[in-house]
């Protein structure tokens, strides 16, 4: 079976283009954990990613576009309920190589709920207003490969 890409506002494509590294992300923890990398180094990247990326978008998607549906929509509450979820298991230094096999389980099937049910909800609402200020206050970072110790190669 082949998979159709999904084609997605202009409005909101930096979000899923920031998503597709966030699925990087989870890869490259999974990928450490497999080969026995040293958990401080998994960590440190992984920190390093939510402050550099994954905080700001999870601000701009709670600030700006979960609104376009509505707070108190279920499918936004669960998008919250799963950002809080996620920021827990990002700070959580109790059980680190425990957080992190969480986390990269936890934030695939996020990115995965909101490319395929969420997103697409939004989509079906939002004006051209809307979508305009998102584009407006949303510009893509490219900071991605600033990161020198990869450990997942």
């Not at 958990?39 to 600030?63: M, P």
């Not at 959580?92 to 936890?106: A, G």
């Not at 969420?118 to 600033?146: C, G, V, W």
Request: hydrophobic content about 35%; some cysteine; aromatic content about 10%.
């Amino acid at each position: 079976m082949k998979t159709v890409p999904i084609k997605r506002s202009i409005a909101l494509q930096p979000l899923s283009r920031e998503h597709h590294h966030g699925l990087l992300l989870c890869w490259k923890i999974r990928t450490g954990l497999k080969k026995g990398i040293d958990i401080d180094r998994i960590k440190k990247y992984s920190d390093w990613f939510f402050k550099n990326s994954l905080s700001t978008h999870f601000n701009i998607e709670e600030e700006f576009v979960f609104p376009l549906l509505g707070n108190e929509h279920e499918l936004v509450k669960k998008a919250l309920t799963d950002h809080r979820r996620l920021k827990r298991l990002f700070e959580d230094t109790t059980d680190i190589e425990k957080s992190l096999s969480l986390l990269e389980e936890e934030l695939e099937k996020h990115i995965r709920f909101e490319e395929r049910v969420l997103f697409p909800a939004i989509e079906t609402i939002a004006n051209e207003k809307e979508l305009q200020l998102i584009m407006e206050i949303h510009s893509e970072d490219s900071t991605y490969e600033d990161w020198g110790d990869e450990f997942w190669k």
